[in-house]
């Protein structure tokens, strides 16, 4: 088989399917040699075991292996989200129908910055971010790489809206791109409030609001990184609308939750946003990258609007060619929305909604050994998918280096979280098809580390 082979053409389903083998037998063996959820030996095993498999990174003559052998060494030196054991991060393992629709997209390889490089991935695209708008009580959304492209935009669009001046008010326990984003933009240093049990705490964010002049954009958030904890949403979009201030929802981890019956009544409040962020790569089993920015008004976003002639010509716009440029801050990128589209039909909001309920419920079953184990304490009852621990009377160097034991050994991935003034474990559940022996697995583990 010719290396130089194009994915697309008249040959090339034949030619991908066979290196599609190729890839997965390559994966298998990958994945035998790491024997875990993460690879033995630490940063410089693994950076050992790469040079040593790459040799030259760019040799004279080209070697018919390099495929198989680098495939191997990926996932040889991977952190396999479907172990239940590697659960540190807001980190899904996908669903394989969303990695079959993503190799359509990498095979067609569409562009969404004009409407002749994807006229049907442009199309499809205003039909799903809409629909999702919708399901979060939105106008409309654009696609991101994430939280933290989300995020931006908000602050973004505030200082459109509200001029330079605008003011970042976010609690203690908001996500660091919002901070980023603040600085990013040039705006005046954020105002951070308390949250003194893991959440935005009311009062205190009653009397900034009351005392900092001003327009103002308040950032909740909904699914915290530390603890997964949810902001008391309606109380804080009531203080917004009383002092004025324009309320964005961080709602990267916590979105999902809108797919289930059980769990929706937990983003209440949501919908009085003027906007959200959303990442269908957390509760939503997408391959990275899987993200959504919601807007309430849909003409907030008419600020991102750009023309260049190679791409949106005025007169091709007037002749009703879609012009695509405003629907993103970058130019060439990939049509994500595709496997987030061919998951919601395949699965339907039923089934989407039962993974949520699985891995919420294997929070409170983990939860609950936790709490029934006399040498752990438990932080608090999950809300979401995220339990926090730590062994009963350790100190933090102790849960510092139990958890970097694990990762060096390769035997666990757990995530750490100060919460407090303590460090804890934390472990996030992704994994729909975990069961509970495999968590009482996990402490079991964590337990011999503390001996």
């Not at 010719?2 to 063996?29: F, H, I, M, N, Y």
């Not at 199309?123 to 708008?133: D, K, M």
């Not at 919601?344 to 039962?354: D, K, N, P």
Request: some cysteine; aromatic content about 4%.
């Amino acid at each position: 088989m010719c290396t130089s082979a194009l994915a697309s053409g008249p040959w090339g389903a034949a030619v991908v399917r066979s290196l599609v083998d190729r890839v997965l037998g390559a994966l298998q063996e990958g994945g035998r040699e790491r024997g875990g959820p993460l690879p033995a030996g630490g940063p410089g095993a693994v950076a050992a075991l790469v040079r040593d498999v790459v040799g030259e990174v760019l040799p004279e003559e080209g070697d018919p292996e390099a495929l198989d052998d680098l495939v191997r060494v990926l996932a040889a030196g991977a952190a396999d989200p479907a172990d239940p054991l590697c659960a540190a991060h807001l980190h899904c393992p996908p669903l394989a129908v969303a990695v079959a629709a993503d190799l359509a997209v990498s095979v067609l390889n569409p562009s969404l910055d004009s409407w002749d490089q994807a006229p049907s991935a442009s199309a499809l695209e205003a039909l799903v971010t809409r629909a999702l708008a919708r399901a979060a009580g939105m106008a409309d959304a654009l696609v991101t790489s994430g939280g933290t492209e989300a995020n931006q935009l908000a602050v973004l669009l505030a200082r459109e809206a509200c001029g330079p001046g605008v003011r970042l008010v976010c609690g203690a326990n908001a996500h660091h791109s919002l901070t980023r984003a603040a600085w990013l933009f040039g705006l005046p240093d954020p105002v951070v409030v308390p949250a003194p049990d893991g959440v935005l705490d009311p009062p205190a964010l009653d009397t900034v609001l009351a005392r900092t002049s001003g327009p103002l954009l308040v950032a909740a958030t909904a699914g915290t990184t530390d603890a997964g904890l949810i902001d008391p949403l309606p109380r804080v979009a009531a203080l917004c609308a009383r002092y004025g201030a324009r309320l964005h929802v961080d709602a990267a981890y916590g979105g999902g939750l809108l797919f289930s019956d059980r769990h929706r009544g937990l983003l209440a409040g949501l919908d009085a946003a003027d906007s959200v962020a959303l990442d269908l790569h957390k509760l939503g089993w997408q391959p990275v990258a899987a993200g959504l920015f919601a807007v309430r008004d849909g003409g907030d976003l008419a600020v991102l609007g750009q023309r260049a002639d190679y791409l949106s010509a005025a007169d091709d716009v007037e002749a009703g060619l879609p012009d695509l440029l405003g629907r993103s801050l970058r130019t060439t990128r990939r049509p994500d929305v595709f496997k987030v589209a061919v998951t919601l039909r395949a699965l339907g909001r039923t089934g989407l909604g039962a993974l949520v309920d699985r891995v919420c419920a294997g929070a409170r079953e983990f939860a609950g050994l936790v709490a029934e184990h006399p040498g752990f304490e438990l932080y608090g009852r999950p809300v979401i998918s995220t339990v926090v621990f730590r062994p009963a009377g350790a100190d933090d160097d102790l849960v510092a280096e139990v958890r970097r034991r694990l990762l060096l050994q390769g035997r666990a991935v757990l995530g750490r979280a100060r919460l407090g003034g303590r460090l804890w474990f934390k472990v996030t559940l992704l994994n729909p098809r975990a069961r509970t022996d495999e968590w009482a697995g996990l402490l079991r583990l964590v337990e011999g580390h503390l001996r």
